[in-house]
């Protein structure tokens, strides 16, 4: 069992940063692989970014590469967002998940056996 727990959302203009922590409790966080999704008002959840085990490698839908970075720490059981030159379109409630998957990258809901409840970010125009 897993439990996630996220932080760091909030309010900033088009063009800013934030940074989305995401602290996990359980076993065995580091075997896990851990992912980023998001949901906006009236449209289904989608994939953000997912990274590795290891921290070692990671994987972005193509609306985040260049802006976005996912690291973890498994020391410190946490996985982050970096999000920079944010715009009004990645509005959205954002979601960390864990997923046992480690032979492709995950990038569907069904892949994912734990989440979190969710961190508002809101960018304004």
């Known amino acids: 069992q897993v439990q996630l727990v996220e932080s760091g959302g909030g309010l900033v203009q088009a063009g800013g940063s934030l940074r989305l922590s995401c602290a996990a409790s359980?076993?065995?966080?580091?075997?896990?692989?851990m992912g980023w999704f998001r949901q906006a008002p009236g449209k289904e959840r989608e994939y953000v970014a997912v990274?590795?085990?290891?921290?070692?490698?990671?994987d972005y839908a193509d609306f985040v590469k260049g802006r976005f970075a996912i690291s973890r720490d498994n020391d410190k059981n946490t996985v982050s967002l970096q999000m920079n030159y944010l715009k009004p379109e990645d509005t959205a409630e954002y979601y960390c998940?864990?997923?046992?998957?480690?032979?492709?990258?995950?990038?569907?809901?069904?892949?994912?056996?734990?989440w979190g409840q969710g961190t508002q970010v809101t960018v304004s125009s």
């Open positions: 998940a864990a997923s046992p998957t480690n032979w492709r990258w995950p990038k569907l809901i069904d892949d994912y056996h734990y």
């Open positions: 990274i590795d085990r290891d921290g070692d490698s990671s």
């Open positions: 359980g076993r065995f966080f580091s075997t896990y692989t």
